[in-house]
Structure formats: C-alpha cells, structure tokens
C-alpha cells in the first residue's frame, strides 16, 4: 500500500505538472475529509503522509482526564503516558489512530475530494505557469473548432483562439501548428482562461521581436504600431545607436526579415516608418507609400493639410480610407488630403476673394479720401 503509493504520488506529479508536495497535501486534506466523514467532526485529527515510504499516520489530539467518559476526545492518565510519560491530567496529547476501520464510504469520499482537489491544483500550476506570459508569442497545436473558437493546446494546458481574432483569410485545421498572441490570463470559477489572438496589434511586435536581432536586444525601438489585421500593418521605429538605420535592420538583406513576418501574417502589408520629432517629417511618412508634396500643420490643435499629386491621391487615402487612417492612428494627428489641383484651385480662389476684397475696398474711398 505505501510502495503503490508512492509510486501513484510521484506518476501524478510527473504527468500533471503538480509538486509532490501539492500532491501529498491535497491527499492528506481528502484523508481527513475522510476521516471526519466516519469518526465525526469533534475529534482535532491530523494525517501526515511520509513522502519517502508511503506510511500514513493519524493522531488526534485529546484531553488527559482521570476517568474517560468520551472516548473519541479524552484518554486516561494511564494511556497518555505511555505515549508520552512527561503528560499529566488536563494536558492534550496526540493518539494515534488506526485507519483500518475506513468505511467503503470514507474511502470513497477520499478518492472525490483528491480528484477534486487535484484537479484544482492541476488549474492553479496552469495558471502560474501562464500568468506572466500575457503579452507573448506562443506556439500551439489546434485541437478543435467549436462555439466560434479555436481551441488550442499548449503543452498540459488549453487555450482560447477566438475565430474573430484570426486572420480574415484564415481557415485553421485540427492538428496544425499556429503562432497565436497571448492577450489575457485571467482565473474564473470553472479554471484558467488563456486567450489568444493573431490580429493583436503587439502580436506583429512580437513576431519583429522574434525575428529582428537589433529588437530583441534593445538597440531599436518600436515606437507605435497601428493595424488592420490581414490588410495592413504601420509601425514607427527609431534607434538608440546612430549607427545602426531602424528601418534597415527591420528589413534585412533583400527583405529576408520582414517577409518571413509577412508570411506569418498571409501576405499582410507592413509599413515601417522611422520615428522622428519632425510632424512634418513624420505626417509624410506615415502616409507610405504615398508619397507627399508638402504639408500644412496647425501644431496646437494637431490637424494637417497634406498635398498630394493627383495620380497618389488615391494611394495616400486607401481603400475605404485604410491608409489615412492608419496614419492618423500611428501619429495621433489629424489628418486632411487634398490633391495638387485641389490646392490650386483653393489657393486661385483664396488670391481671387482677396483681389475682389481690396478692390471692394478701394472703391469705399470718398474723393477726399483718395486726395
């Protein structure tokens, strides 16, 4: 009994991830549910299972009185000291019980109460393992489709993948292997919840972390990151080293590194965009790929009027918008495209109200005035 055990202990904590000594404890507490089960809640009971042999000992604690009127709280002066000849009458010691009387019930009840609390124990390793891993990258292995999720797994644990935090293009099948963004870690009544995403902005910066060296060592920075997830991508970076072009190492040799980013994320279009103090500077780079003529700003109310050839016009505002918007999103600016026509018209328009406003002016004038 002692041997197997043991043997049961240490192949649950091996195969559940959980302590020996969690393990021990949780038994130890379904022992005694156990034993209060079958001997009442009266008696101040204790159970210690020894990790090396398997041998478990219960004692209660009870009162020394010269005449025994209740045997399961009180002993004689007599039985006290032959465990412990130093006790005398109205001190407490610790008796040993047998626990070859456990009921079919109270064996029972034990075995509910450990897998009961294993299974909590097992939730709480999860937990522990996870909680401070919200904000990275992790790789899992889909095992279903249900309810508009995906549920994934990650080694011992089960994490949530909702289909709306997929890509658009995206069809994930069971048995394959998926990069997903851990959002959230968080306890609730029926255990752990791992949520996760692929259309997180900062799952894009992770995956530039994973791949960009000068990243992942600090040497560069990603300022902000904007993102339509499957469509397109904006970031702002900028470098602590002078010597080292933030846009250049994000990139690679032929574009080696960012492509291997863009694979990961179906052919998304990404944007890196070196960070600047300069709005102007700024305001025109994060509208790429169009490229800009000039750019108006108001600095106090944070709006910009952007000019742009006719034939970029299109590219600088995007489908549905997307460009403009990313870029006000990115640069935290207001922003107002208008093309090269446009402007010229406007400003015609503006010296043409200002010619007919001095003339207007001029023929105000009395004789004497003019005189």
């Not at 790929?289 to 299109?314: C, F, R, W, Y």
């Not at 400003?347 to 200002?354: I, L, N, P, S």
């Amino acid at each position: 009994m002692s041997k197997e055990l043991v043997h049961i202990i240490e192949q649950m904590s091996k195969e559940r991830g959980i302590p020996k000594e969690s393990i021990i404890g949780t038994l130890e507490s379904a022992l005694l549910s156990a034993v209060r089960k079958n001997h009442g809640l009266k008696p101040d009971i204790n159970i210690k299972i020894d990790p090396k042999s398997g041998d478990i000992a219960i004692t209660a604690l009870k009162k020394i009185v010269e005449k025994v009127t209740n045997p399961s709280e009180e002993i004689s002066l007599k039985e006290a000291q032959a465990i412990d000849p130093s006790k005398a009458v109205d001190d407490m010691v610790e008796t040993p019980m047998s626990i070859d009387n456990f009921g079919r019930i109270a064996a029972q009840t034990a075995k509910q109460v450990l897998f009961q609390r294993v299974r909590e124990a097992e939730k709480e390793a999860i937990f522990e393992e996870f909680k401070d891993k919200a904000g990275q990258i992790v790789s899992g292995v889909v095992m279903r489709k249900e309810k508009g999720n995906y549920y994934i797994a990650l080694g011992r644990a089960e994490a949530v993948l909702p289909i709306k935090s997929t890509l658009p293009t995206e069809n994930l099948k069971r048995g394959e292997t998926v990069r997903s963004y851990i959002e959230e870690v968080k306890e609730t009544q029926k255990g752990p919840i791992i949520l996760l995403s692929r259309t997180h902005p900062n799952f894009v910066g992770e995956l530039f972390k994973m791949e960009i060296p000068e990243i992942y060592e600090g040497l560069v920075v990603i300022k902000n990151i904007v993102r339509e997830a499957g469509d397109r991508t904006k970031l702002t970076v900028f470098s602590k080293n002078s010597m080292v072009d933030p846009v250049g190492a994000c990139v690679g040799m032929k574009g080696t590194r960012v492509q291997s980013i863009v694979r990961e994320l179906k052919g998304e279009r990404i944007d890196i965009i070196p960070w600047t103090e300069d709005p102007r500077v700024l305001l025109a780079k994060a509208l790429s790929p169009a490229a800009v003529e000039s750019i108006g700003i108001n600095e106090e109310e944070k709006t910009a009027m952007v000019v742009v050839n006719d034939q970029q016009l299109s590219l600088a505002i995007g489908k549905k918008g997307q460009n403009v918007r990313l870029a006000m999103k990115l640069t935290g600016w207001d922003i107002d495209i208008i093309s090269e026509s446009e402007y010229s018209k406007m400003r015609k328009g503006e010296a043409e109200a200002q010619f007919e406003d001095a003339k207007g002016k001029q023929e105000d004038k009395s004789p004497e005035e003019e005189k």
